[in-house]
C-alpha cells in the first residue's frame, strides 16, 4: 500500500528523532550514577531503537513499492531489513 | 576539573523527561496527519508508547524528589468551580447537580470523579450535555506536565 508525500516526510522525521533520542539514551545510560536512573534509560533506548525499526520499516516499503515521492529515498534512507535488525 | 561540564542525574531525567513528551506530541500529530492506515497505527503506537515512558520518568523523578507537584489549593478549585457552573449555566440553561457541590469540599488533592454527576441526582448524561461526560477531570494521578497542574521545581 502506498503512502502519501506527507506521510514520508513525517517518517523521516520521526526516523531521525527516535534514533537520535535511542543515542542520547545509551549516552545518558554511561553517565549517570543511579543505578535505577541508568535501568530505565536503558529500557527508553530499547523503545526507541524499536520506534526506529518500524519507521524505517514504512520507508523502506514506500521505496520499494513505487511510490511517487519514492525517487532518492534509498539514498536518504538506506536501511536494509539487516541493518535495521542489526541497530 | 577537567573542563567537562557533567551533567547531574537529576538534569538528565528532566531532558529526557521533556524529549518523551516532545516525541509523544509529534507522533499524536504525525498519527491525525496520516491517511495510511498502518502508518497511522504506527504512529499512534509509538505515541502511546512515548507516553508511557513519560510517565515512567516522572514517576521515577518524582519518587526521588526531583519533580514536585503541589496540590490544588482550595482558593483555585472554588474559584474554577464557579467559573465551570458559569460555564455550564451558559449552555444548559440550568445548573447540573454534580457542580451544586459546597466549596468545602473542594482542594485536598486527587478525588476521582469529583465533578462526576452524583449518585441518585436527577442528572441525564443524553440531556443537557448531549453525552459529555465531566467525570474525571478534577485531576489526573500521576500528571505529568499536562494540564493546570503546577511544578514547583524543575
Known amino acids: ?87 | 576539573m577537567n573542563g567537562t561540564a557533567r551533567l547531574s542525574d537529576q538534569a538528565i531525567a528532566t531532558d529526557v523527561l521533556n524529549s518523551e513528551k516532545y516525541a509523544a506530541s509529534v507522533a499524536g500529530q504525525s498519527a491525525l496527519e496520516s491517511a495510511s492506515p498502518f502508518v497511522k497505527r504506527d504512529f499512534e503506537s509509538i505515541g502511546r508508547d512515548c507516553a508511557q515512558n513519560v510517565d515512567v520518568v516522572f514517576r521515577l523523578m518524582s519518587s526521588k524528589g526531583w519533580y514536585q507537584v503541589s496540590p490544588v489549593s482550595q482558593q483555585s478549585a472554588s474559584q474554577a468551580q464557579q467559573e465551570a457552573s458559569s460555564t455550564l449555566n451558559g449552555i444548559t440553561g440550568t445548573v447540573a447537580p454534580s457542580m451544586t457541590m459546597s466549596v468545602g469540599q473542594a482542594g485536598g488533592g486527587y478525588q476521582p470523579g469529583r465533578f462526576a454527576p452524583q449518585a441518585g441526582a436527577s442528572y441525564s448524561p443524553g440531556g443537557g450535555f448531549g453525552g459529555y461526560s465531566t467525570a474525571g477531570r478534577g485531576s489526573s494521578p500521576g500528571a505529568t506536565g499536562g494540564g493546570s497542574r503546577r511544578r514547583s521545581t524543575v
Do not use: C, W
Open chain 1, 1 to 87: 500500500m502506498s503512502i502519501t508525500e506527507r506521510e514520508l516526510l513525517l517518517l523521516g522525521d520521526a526516523l531521525a528523532v527516535h534514533a537520535t533520542l535511542a543515542e542520547k539514551s545509551g549516552f545518558y545510560a554511561s553517565q549517570v550514577t543511579d543505578p535505577q536512573v541508568r535501568q530505565v534509560l536503558l529500557q527508553l533506548q530499547r523503545g526507541h531503537q524499536r520506534h526506529v525499526e518500524m519507521v524505517a520499516q514504512h520507508i523502506n516499503q514506500a521505496s520499494m513499492g513505487g511510490i511517487s515521492a519514492g525517487a532518492g529515498m534509498q539514498e536518504v534512507y538506506p536501511y536494509s531489513s539487516q541493518q535495521i535488525q542489526s541497530y
